[in-house]
């Protein structure tokens, strides 16, 4: 099984596997922010940081497993741990720099951070599910991880992004609120998806992908939203 996962022809599946949902997501949420887009390249740093991400967070859930007995104790602080990644990731490439001047330009870049780590992450998934059942059932497991993992990256991720630019224009303490309100139910999402999906080992894929979908749409609705500030 060993040289399997490191058969170039299986890790490059596993990586196109991971990869190209992501990128048609970010291609999707680019397009609502036309009028005044970010760099290209400096979009392309953020997902890449957000893929750096998961190989920093990998030894962070592998402390917390052991050293956390509580189940549920785990699964809050692995989506803690990624959320908090995630975030950082932006603020590493955005510090000192103008570029997230508008409110729109938090979620957007959020979001896009989100998606390089829902990427690399997928991937790794793939890997196991390519070399024991071959490219087809392989990716078509990973089209299931895309749906929910992937969505679930970006929700949670613009929902933090989403705080900080209802905020943008308000007092320092206020943004210090929202973030942390916006940090608080971004965990909650990502730990009572992993809850769900593992409580009855997928079984209930279908009623948390629903529910993802929902909050989904209320994060695009929010999403206009600050974009309708960023215009005015």
Do not use: C
Not at 125 to 137: D, E
């Amino acid at each position: 099984m060993a040289f399997l996962a490191n058969d170039p022809k299986i890790l490059g599946l596993a990586f196109l596997g991971g990869i190209i949902p992501s990128l048609l997501w970010l291609w999707f949420w680019l397009k609502e922010d036309e009028e005044n887009p970010e760099p290209k390249g400096l979009l392309a740093l953020v997902f890449v940081m957000g893929m750096l991400a998961v190989v920093v967070v990998l030894p962070v859930q592998k402390f917390i497993q052991a050293h956390i007995g509580s189940s549920e104790g785990q699964l809050v602080l692995w989506a803690g741990a990624e959320e908090i990644l995630k975030y950082l990731a932006v603020l590493i490439i955005l510090f000192k720099t103008n570029h997230a001047n508008e409110p729109i330009d938090w979620p957007i870049y959020l979001i896009t951070a989100a998606l390089g780590f829902a990427a690399l992450e997928n991937s790794l998934f793939l890997i196991k599910p390519l070399s024991v059942s071959g490219a087809t059932v392989g990716l078509l497991t990973g089209q299931l991880r895309f749906l929910g993992s992937t969505l679930l990256h970006t929700v949670s991720s613009g929902t933090i992004g989403i705080t900080i630019g209802i905020s943008f224009y308000m007092d320092e303490f206020r943004r210090k609120w929202f973030l942390f309100v916006g940090f608080l139910v971004a965990i909650a999402l990502h730990s009572a998806f992993n809850f769900f999906i593992i409580r009855n080992d997928g079984n209930d894929f279908l009623k948390v992908f629903a529910f993802l979908w929902v909050v989904t749409i209320i994060v695009m609705l929010l999403f206009e939203k600050v974009r309708r500030m960023s215009t005015n």
